[in-house]
């Protein structure tokens, strides 16, 4: 390592590794003082003090965003314009939450899924409306994608799963997606057309606030019409408390016909994670093939390496990283001192991610179902597979982000703001993974039929297709899944941590 010990020592005494307070950490107040913003007719005090944050906000951003020069060129995007013409939008009349969109429009100008802005706690003075009523965009970013209803309150008797919707507040939807496009992160186009669809509602909530919502389109080739009242959204900080989680809600296992094994992992976290996906494998081991589905893991950890260790038989690179070096990161998170060797430059040297075998070698056929909710260390987790050929990649392609972000306080409003601030390659490759992601070998796509009819018809052909290249009988009917998997489950938090199967969905059909 290269840097100095002593500024070590001294940084390491001084600042937190995880989030810290901006204003302390990064002398927000220094910066404060040097900016000369005057109080006018249209901007009180307040509205001074919330330029102040924004334009320190973009301060941060340009020292310790990693992405910043490959974002700018990509997307023709001069940030530091972006940000005064977004600073010179905020007014004394701005409201708490109009502040809070601005934060979301610009994490939204950098098209990366690490970067995001986070309402504080005292949600007192922003005005958050809801529906009882979720959408979806199946096959985002193709010529056909498609937006459906995905989540009804079970109250709303009228309005059904799996409807294709047409309209909103008599506006086309993909109009209405377009504008909230603006307002959502995403990676790659598929990620942010996902969003778009979910946060539609953002932009009519900056528009319209409580009004009612006229949803029209069909269902069964039938005009279907509804109108939604939404209702304040209220927090309970009591009931948004995090309690620290093993992983096992993460993680689904199943033995299904012709003995193929089924794990499905919904997030790489969890203080047993990866003592629960060793025992998983292990339990697993004995099947003729073997299906990952990692559709809704939105990431975590490097706990991936458990199942990686299992499919290789000798070290093999997941991915290489490198993180920004600026001195701004480096009081922010003084661990990449340790972490990072450095020469020279505002990045340090590449650092490559290996995996070693261990455990039980899986020596059978295995296959990864994967979706475009699939971010970060699930990215590197299933390019890792595809790259090094250790399995038939399903389904859609990933989210396409790398980014371990930093956290930063934001003073006057509260709210805190999110960069990422080290990149990722693709394995073997001097590629980014950022804005890439990892495409199937085999597309197969969920449709709005399957929504319809409360059915992974998704997981049901994919399984099928599995099946015949194993040269096996073909599945009877798999339909059951996931709703009849079998479930894990930890002890107390004492060692040594179980997977209990409480049943053999295999033989128990068997006996049946």
């Known amino acids: 390592m290269k840097k100095y010990i002593i500024l070590m020592a001294a940084l390491i005494t001084s600042c937190s590794e995880t989030k810290l307070s901006a204003d302390k950490t990064l002398g927000f107040s220094d910066f404060s003082a040097q900016q000369i913003i005057p109080v006018t007719p249209t901007c009180n005090a307040d509205c001074v003090e919330h330029k102040k944050e924004f334009r320190y906000l973009a301060y941060v951003g340009e020292k310790i965003y990693c992405y910043w020069t490959e974002k700018e060129t990509e997307f023709k995007i001069d940030f530091k314009l ?34 995001n802005a986070m309402l504080r706690d005292d949600l007192s003075q922003i005005e958050l409306y809801d529906v009882p009523v979720r959408f979806e965009i199946l096959a985002p970013a193709t010529d056909h994608e498609t937006l459906i209803v995905s989540k009804v309150n079970p109250a709303l008797t009228s309005l059904k799963v799996g409807i294709i919707v047409d309209k909103i507040q008599g506006q086309n939807w993909k109009d209405l997606s377009l504008q909230a496009e603006k307002f959502v992160s995403g990676s790659t186009a598929q990620m942010r057309r996902r969003s778009a669809g979910q946060s539609i509602f953002r932009l009519l909530l900056a528009t319209e606030g409580p009004l009612p919502v006229k949803i029209e389109g069909q269902y069964n080739n039938k005009p279907a019409i509804e109108t939604l009242s939404r209702s304040l959204k209220l927090y309970d900080k009591s ?51 073997l299906i990952i589905d990692v559709r809704k893991n939105g990431g975590g950890d490097l706990s991936g390496d458990v199942v990686l260790s299992r499919l290789i038989s000798s070290a093999t690179q997941r991915f290489s990283q490198r993180t920004n070096f600026s001195d701004m990161l480096q009081v922010l998170r003084p661990s990449i001192l340790f972490d990072y060797e ?56 990933t989210g396409g982000g790398t980014g371990n ?108």
């Open 82 to 115: 972006k940000a005064s013409d977004l600073e010179n939008t905020i007014t004394s009349t701005q409201s708490e939450t109009d502040y809070f969109l601005l934060l979301t429009q610009w994490a939204a100008l950098f098209h990366d899924g690490h970067v």
């Open 239 to 289: 009931v948004l408390a995090q309690t620290e989680s093993t992983g096992v809600d993460l993680i689904q296992t199943a033995i299904l016909e012709n003995n193929i094994g089924y794990l499905r992992i919904d997030g790489f976290s969890g203080s047993q994670m990866r003592a629960l996906l060793a025992q998983a494998m292990d339990r697993l081991a004995l099947t003729r093939g």
């Open 342 to 397: 450095y020469t020279s430059g505002l990045f340090s040297d590449v650092k490559i991610r290996t995996v070693l075998p261990a455990g039980t070698q899986y020596k059978k056929p295995v296959a990864v179902i994967s979706s475009g909710y699939c971010f970060s260390a699930c990215d590197t987790f299933v390019s890792a597979i595809k790259q090094n050929k250790l399995a038939t990649v399903y389904g859609e392609s």
């Open 405 to 512: 972000p930093q956290v930063i306080e934001l003073p006057a409003s509260g709210h805190s703001f999110r960069y990422s601030v080290a990149q990722g390659f693709i394995t073997n490759t001097n590629t980014l993974l950022e804005g890439v992601g990892t495409a199937p070998d085999v597309v197969i796509e969920p449709t709005a039929e399957e929504r319809m009819l409360g059915k992974d018809l998704q997981l049901e052909k994919i399984v099928k297709q599995f099946t015949t290249t194993l040269n096996l009988p073909m599945i009877s009917d798999i339909t059951v899944l996931p709703n009849q998997l079998i479930n894990a489950q930890s002890k107390e938090i004492t060692a040594p941590f179980e997977i209990e199967l409480q049943k053999d969905i295999y033989l128990s059909n068997k006996e049946n």
